[in-house]
């Protein structure tokens, strides 16, 4: 029996992940990454204590029709499935897709933190209605059941985008740092959702290469790349506020790597 077969008779059966590690005695994190397939190469031991779960109702449905395909794709995951994670484990939820953000460096979280402090200033200076905000927090960015993103730093202007704890829709500006195990995602996969899902701006930064795209999706010109020897603009805010990159390297010099 594969992961994906025992995953959709899960949901078919109505099996809660805390009903599985009841039945299965496999603990209830280790269920979730298995059946989500978080756990690239499980035990042989927890696979056979789940599959003893799911066998009863697996033998009766193969002798039922041995045409029936059994299988989950991994692009057919849902909020759900992605609320159901553990808490300290930090996923991304894209088209159905989940995606391990893993652990961020210091130098990553320096940066974002120094982003997120230069946009704060801005607004607390101009008394203004817009809100900044840091990972983690959970931005269900199409307003489906598909997709529910961690982006680094974001301004929502509109406030009632805040709903339940998450941010619902797509916020003004993002800003991804890019890290070697997320660069791929953010360049291609996450940058063309926030573009779809209209984002208005999206900050590329590049710690090992020094530099910082920025997209401007509303305008015919749309990128715009600056080094970290730069001040770069924020566009929503008509240029009026600018992030001193030169300012922040100095500050993480001390960061040989």
């Known amino acids: 029996m594969t992961i994906d077969e ?10 809660s992940y805390e009903m599985v590690a009841q039945v299965s005695g496999v603990p209830l994190g280790t269920v979730q990454k298995v059946l989500l397939r978080i756990t690239k190469s499980p035990r042989r031991d927890t ?25 989950v794709p991994q692009d057919e995951f849902t909020v759900d499935d992605y609320l159901a994670l553990p808490e300290e484990e930090r996923m991304e939820l894209i088209d159905g897709a989940i995606y391990d953000l893993g652990a961020p460096t210091d130098k990553h979280q320096i940066i974002r933190d120094e982003i997120f402090a230069g946009f704060r200033a801005y607004i607390r200076k101009k008394k203004g209605k817009c809100v900044t905000i840091t990972s983690p927090i959970d931005v269900q960015l199409d307003c489906d059941n598909r997709t529910m993103v961690q982006p680094d730093v974001v301004i929502v202007c509109d406030r009632n985008k805040f709903q ?6 797509a916020p003004d500006l993002v ?12 360049i291609f ?10 984002v208005k701006e999206y900050w590329l930064v590049d710690p090992m290469k020094k530099v910082v795209h920025v997209y401007e999706y ?15 603009p924020v566009g929503i805010w008509n240029n009026e506020c600018e992030v001193d990159f030169a300012e922040i390297y100095e500050y993480i010099s001390f960061l040989a790597y």
């Open 164 to 169: 339940k704890g998450r941010i619902f829709g």
């Open 6 to 15: 025992m995953q959709e008779l899960r949901k078919q059966l109505g099996y």
């Open 175 to 186: 800003v991804e740092v890019l890290s070697n195990s997320t660069k791929k995602k953010d």
């Open 47 to 71: 696979i056979k204590a789940l599959e003893e779960v799911f066998k009863p109702m697996y033998s009766s449905m193969v002798k039922e029709t041995s045409a029936y395909n059994v299988s």
């Open 218 to 232: 509303e305008k015919e010109d749309f990128q715009t790349i600056y080094t970290f020897e730069d001040k770069v």
């Open 189 to 198: 996969i996450k940058g063309n959702k926030y573009w779809n899902a209209g």
